[in-house]
């Protein structure tokens, strides 16, 4: 089934973007949690879309709506469920793509693999609509975590061909990630922000879109949870990672800039600091044989640019089998990055919770 995820914690997204709403149950949850509702619905709207110019116009408050799993301001321990309305949609704009595919979009792919039976208004379960639940569930997952002084936290690292500053994987702390997150557009420099913001504007006014680059770090994970093999830190993350819609890659630590130094420039020496073994440099991003090594986890995802554009694209009618000229109408993310920023961070702590659940870690 393509929208469960997990084995200790388990989270099933339904819904679609033009149907009546969108959500998620979790299953697995520690009992006795509480769960801040200011901070979630903080996080939340830091994805939310139309908040930005480099968002979608499209307004929806995705406030939740907690159906079960809550009771008393702690986490019961059975099925965590909530739901979120779609409440601004207008379907009239996808009129001229029913039959026609969007490139880049999954408009045809879906057509072939559920028959046409497919919802294809505002991308249907395809959407980056569904990244909304999946936030949810890592805005609860962030807090258990944040609970054990872990904290997990990302920024745009580029987009456009700007970079931002990136985190030092040594010293980056929980105290820079939540600052950093607490910003409209989240990057560290604001300069760069600013020229990223202003790259994305124009990228729209000439009816295109962009790409980018998200960067997560997470402070305060202690070492030796994860496993080898088929279950590993890695594994775990880059699931669900490639969850998100528009994700085409991920890379942790150096990544494949590692692959072109020799072992003596790329390894990490140990060093043992106030009695406790660190590593000198950070080039393995704080995973070592699919197992935390206790340095801060580093990866770094790239998105690339949204597929709806504005100007004309040459394509195919799938059930007419006529060759086609493509206006997309709509309103669509002219770089899904800014608001991808705290999803990625959501994958991360969900898959992190599921790898100290599994280990009977909290
Ligand atoms: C937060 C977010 C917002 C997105 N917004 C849009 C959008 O406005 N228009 C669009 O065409 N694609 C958007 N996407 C990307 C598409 O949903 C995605 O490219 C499509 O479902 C095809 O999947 P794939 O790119 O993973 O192959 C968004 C993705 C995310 C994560
Ligand atoms: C609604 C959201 O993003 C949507 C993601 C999306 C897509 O194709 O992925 C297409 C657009 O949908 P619509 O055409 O209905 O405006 C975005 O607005 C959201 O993230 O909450």
């Given at each position: 089934m393509s929208s469960n995820w997990g084995k200790n914690l388990k989270i099933s997204i339904f819904g679609e973007s033009h149907g009546e709403g969108i959500g998620v149950v979790i299953d697995g949850l520690p009992c006795g949690e509480t769960i801040d509702m200011d901070e979630l619905l903080?996080f939340m709207k830091?994805r939310a ?11 929806e408050t995705d406030a939740p709506t907690i159906l079960s799993g809550y009771w008393r301001q702690h986490t019961t321990g059975t099925p965590l469920a909530a739901v979120i309305r779609n409440n ?36 249907g379960h395809?959407s980056?609509r569904l990244t909304a639940p999946l936030t949810f569930a890592g805005g609860v997952a962030k807090q258990i975590l ?94 669900l990672?490639?969850g ?98 705290p999803v990625?961070?959501a994958a991360?702590a969900l898959a992190?919770l599921e790898?100290?659940l599994?280990?009977?870690?909290i």
């Open positions: 903080a830091r879309p139309g908040a930005h110019r480099a968002s979608t116009p499209r307004r601004d949609t207008h379907s009239a704009d996808y009129s001229n793509i029913a039959t026609v595919a969007r490139p880049g979009h999954a408009d045809f792919t879906g057509y072939v693999r559920y028959g046409g039976f497919n919802d294809i208004r505002g991308g395809f980056g944040s609970r054990r002084e872990i904290t997990v936290g990302a920024h745009i690292y580029s987009a456009t061909g700007i970079s931002d500053t990136p985190f030092d994987p040594v010293t980056v702390t929980g105290e820079l990630l939540r600052e950093v997150g607490a910003k409209p557009f989240p990057t560290i420099s604001q300069k760069a922000g600013e020229k990223m913001s202003d790259a994305i504007e124009a990228a729209r006014l000439e009816l295109d879109s962009v790409g980018g680059v998200v960067e997560c770090a997470v402070t305060g994970f202690p070492a030796g949870i994860g496993s080898p093999m088929f279950d590993g830190l890695e594994n775990v993350i880059a699931s990672m490639f998100i819609p528009a994700v085409k890659g991920i890379e942790f630590g150096l990544g494949f800039e590692a692959s072109s130094l020799k072992g003596s420039q790329n390894n990490d020496s140990f060093v043992l600091h106030d009695g406790k073994i660190q590593t000198k440099t950070n080039n393995h991003g704080g995973i070592l044989g699919g197992i935390s090594s206790g340095m801060p986890i580093i990866l770094r995802v790239a998105f690339k640019p949204t597929p709806s554009i504005s100007q004309m694209q040459h394509s195919v009618d799938f059930v007419n089998m006529t060759q086609e000229e493509l206006t997309i109408h709509g309103r669509h993310d002219p770089c899904v990055v800014v608001r991808a920023v990625v961070e991360v992190l790898s100290m599994g280990q009977g870690k």
